[in-house]
């Protein structure tokens, strides 16, 4: 007699982070994610020409310690990936943030269901910031303002301590 068992699949979660440096941050980063998610998290960095090419050593030697999947994908890495779509690689230019796109891109083709993205220059807390993007795909009843021009000044939730108006 065969059972089945229904296996609920845990959503990718992944960290998308461009640089032109050395990403020495995800050392530190890194033991923060597996404190609240091991076995949870990827990490996908995408360089630019200027980018190091001792970025891939520190990559999997974070990857090796922490037990995060740490994936560098340096231009080369990037043409070879999104090869079937020319035109995209053509759009976006080299030396320009918006190379950024080409990383949340590829996590997509990885299987990303929620995708965080830092910057290189990011501090981060030791909360669990990766469950702070857990309402994604999920809805959230939230109180509707209306007024009667159709137009709600935000302004007028603000109270100064001497009752003086913000506008």
Same mark, same amino acid.
């Given at each position: 007699?065969?059972?089945? &068992?229904?296996?609920?699949?845990? $959503?990718?979660?992944?960290?998308?982070?461009?640089?032109?440096?050395? $990403?020495?941050?995800? =050392? =530190?980063?890194?033991? %923060?994610? /597996?404190?609240?998610? $091991?076995?949870?998290?990827?990490? !996908?960095?995408? #360089?630019?020409? *200027? &980018?190091?090419?001792? &970025?891939?050593?520190?990559?999997?030697?974070?990857?090796?310690?922490?037990?995060? $999947? /740490? *994936?560098?994908?340096?231009?080369?890495?990037?043409? %070879?990936?999104? %090869? +079937?779509?020319?035109?995209?690689?053509? !759009? /976006?230019?080299? *030396?320009?943030?918006?190379?950024?796109?080409? #990383?949340?891109?590829?996590?997509?083709?990885? #299987?990303? +269901? &929620? !995708?965080?993205?830092?910057?290189? +220059?990011?501090?981060?807390? +030791?909360?669990?910031?990766?469950? !702070?993007?857990?309402? /994604? #795909?999920?809805? *959230?009843?939230?109180?509707?303002?209306?007024?009667?021009?159709?137009?709600?000044?935000?302004?007028?939730?603000?109270?100064?301590?001497?009752?003086?108006?913000?506008?």
């Amino acid at each position: 007699e065969r059972s089945q &068992t229904l296996i609920e699949l845990m $959503p990718r979660t992944m960290i998308s982070t461009t640089t032109i440096r050395m $990403p020495h941050f995800i =050392e =530190e980063c890194a033991p %923060k994610i /597996v404190r609240y998610h $091991p076995g949870e998290v990827e990490w !996908l960095i995408t #360089g630019d020409t *200027k &980018t190091p090419p001792e &970025t891939r050593e520190l990559c999997e030697s974070v990857s090796e310690k922490s037990g995060i $999947p /740490v *994936k560098y994908f340096n231009i080369q890495d990037q043409e %070879k990936r999104l %090869k +079937d779509w020319p035109e995209l690689l053509k !759009l /976006v230019p080299y *030396k320009s943030y918006v190379r950024k796109l080409l #990383g949340n891109f590829i996590a997509y083709l990885e #299987g990303c +269901d &929620t !995708l965080v993205m830092l910057d290189d +220059d990011n501090f981060l807390a +030791d909360n669990d910031f990766i469950s !702070l993007h857990n309402i /994604v #795909g999920k809805s *959230k009843p939230i109180p509707l303002i209306k007024s009667q021009s159709s137009w709600f000044n935000a302004a007028e939730a603000f109270i100064e301590e001497r009752g003086i108006p913000f506008y």
